[in-house]
């Protein structure tokens, strides 16, 4: 069982930047891909980030490439995101994940939050314009 928990969220303006944190319990936070999906009203649910369990490949959605940045660190079982020259059309609740690392798992499953097995309870995020 992993437990998440976020943090960092907030009211931003427009160009501003936040960051993102998500503390895991468990012994075995390696042994786990992290992703970042947020939600806006409305919407279903879009994955953001994700990084491999030592750290050394990362992924991102086109819409966020270039401003946000996922990393994590093991030894303090965190993950974060940090968010840069954010829009009004990031406005959303971010959630953090955990995808148990198979190797048989296809690329395509790191994109899609069916494929994750633990989430946290999510943090808004409101960029003002």
């Known amino acids: 069982q992993v437990q998440l928990v976020e943090s960092g969220g907030g009211l931003v303006q427009a160009g501003g930047s936040l960051r993102l944190s998500c503390a895991a319990s468990g012994r075995t936070f390696s042994s786990y891909a992290m992703g970042w999906f947020r939600q806006a009203p409305g919407k279903e649910r879009e994955f953001v980030a994700r990084i491999s369990g030592t750290g050394g490949r990362t992924y991102y959605a086109d819409s966020v490439k270039g401003r946000f940045t996922i990393s994590r660190d093991n030894a303090k079982n965190t993950v974060y995101l940090q968010m840069n020259s954010l829009t009004p059309e990031d406005t959303a609740v971010y959630y953090c994940?955990?995808?148990?690392?198979?190797?048989?798992?296809?690329?395509?499953?790191?994109?899609?939050?069916?494929?994750?097995?633990?989430w946290g309870q999510g943090t808004q995020v409101t960029v003002s314009s």
């Open positions: 994940s955990a995808q148990l690392i198979r190797t048989y798992y296809s690329i395509t499953y790191y994109y899609d939050p069916r494929h994750y097995d633990y």
